[in-house]
């Protein structure tokens, strides 16, 4: 059924275009998308629920200075040492998720 529309808003487009001038059929056209762009750049101004899942995302909280948390790649040996806990799910590195070493240092 849209192909049929398709065919037909296009013979009608090259139609209109071919007997009274391309402006009367590309004018409409660049009208249309300059409000598409603008409605969708309102609506990425209003932060609709993106930025309401970002706010209900738990926060970030700093790991204690007694405990050292260490993130080592099993495939490259990459070490990470954890700062600042964002979420509770490991960081992947070359492809794998990386694996958690809790270090506790000596009182
Ligand atoms: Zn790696």
């Known amino acids: 059924m ?22 009367f059929v ?33 926060q970030p909280v700093a790991v204690r200075p007694a405990e050292r948390v260490v993130y080592w790649c099993e495939d490259c040996g990459t070490e990470l040492v954890l700062v600042t806990r964002g979420t509770g799910k490991a960081p992947r590195h070359c492809s794998i998720t990386m694996q958690v070493r809790e270090e506790i240092a000596r009182a």
């Open 2 to 23: 849209r192909v049929v529309i398709a065919i037909v808003v296009l013979v009608l487009a090259v139609l209109v275009g071919s007997q009274f001038g391309w402006n």
């Open 26 to 58: 590309f004018a409409p056209l660049l009208g249309y998308g300059f409000i598409r762009w603008s409605i969708g750049s309102l609506r990425a101004m209003t932060g609709d629920d993106k930025a309401q899942r970002a706010l209900e995302q738990p």
